[in-house]
């Protein structure tokens, strides 16, 4: 019995295809995360809370398989912590949003004030000049976050998800579209 190679082109153009059906899905996703930025937010949060949990139940396992009674102890206790922190952050979401703002709030501080550092070392190099304006915004953006806090935390986690999600899903479809053109002329 004879076998049939696929056609490569045409295995690109299918996959090329579903990749532009799942940008499509993380542009909506984007969208509605915008429009509903808490709604997102405690989704997101709820995700973190079940990989805690998870890797709660992880280290639980784990610190049975430990060689001294020591050691059990303290992987019992991390395990335990993880579990503890996820139930938390499951039975309590907003509280996991709140922080969770707080922590990127904290982290735009950090990366700006470091891509000012960068931006000193490197401010006779062509093209430095950028890397002081992603510096000052990202602090600028970083001070709103904090200053605004807990009340950012309605719409700033889910805001930035979602537009995440609409570049990411731009992105695909443009990369998809990239393929298919190239795929049709070696057709």
């Given at each position: 019995m004879a076998t049939t190679v696929p056609d490569p082109?045409?295995?690109?153009?299918?996959?090329?295809?579903?990749?532009?059906?799942?940008?499509?899905?993380?542009?909506?996703?984007?969208?509605?995360?915008?429009?509903?930025?808490?709604?997102?937010?405690?989704?997101?949060?709820?995700?973190?809370?079940?990989?805690?949990?998870?890797?709660g139940v992880v280290h639980v396992a784990l610190a049975f398989h430990a060689h001294s009674g020591t050691s059990l102890g303290w992987k019992l206790l991390v395990g335990l912590a993880y579990l503890f922190i996820g139930g938390y952050l499951l039975y309590r979401p907003v509280v996991g949003v709140a922080t969770l703002t707080l922590m990127l709030a904290f982290l735009f501080m950090v990366e700006g004030v470091l891509d000012f550092m960068l931006w000193w070392k490197s401010r006779r190099a062509d093209g430095a000049f950028w890397i002081l304006v992603d510096s000052v915004i990202t602090l600028v953006l970083g001070g709103m976050i904090y200053v605004h806090w807990p009340s950012s935390s309605v719409w700033v986690i889910g805001t930035l998800v979602g537009i995440s999600l609409i570049i990411s899903g731009v992105t695909r479809v443009m990369l998809s579209t990239a393929v298919r053109q190239v795929a049709k002329q070696l057709a």
């Open positions: 082109v045409a295995l690109v153009k299918q996959a090329s295809k579903w990749g532009i059906v799942w940008s499509v899905l993380l542009i909506l996703l984007g969208m509605l995360a915008i429009a509903e930025p808490l709604v997102a937010a405690i989704a997101l949060a709820t995700f973190i809370a079940w990989v805690l949990i998870f890797v």
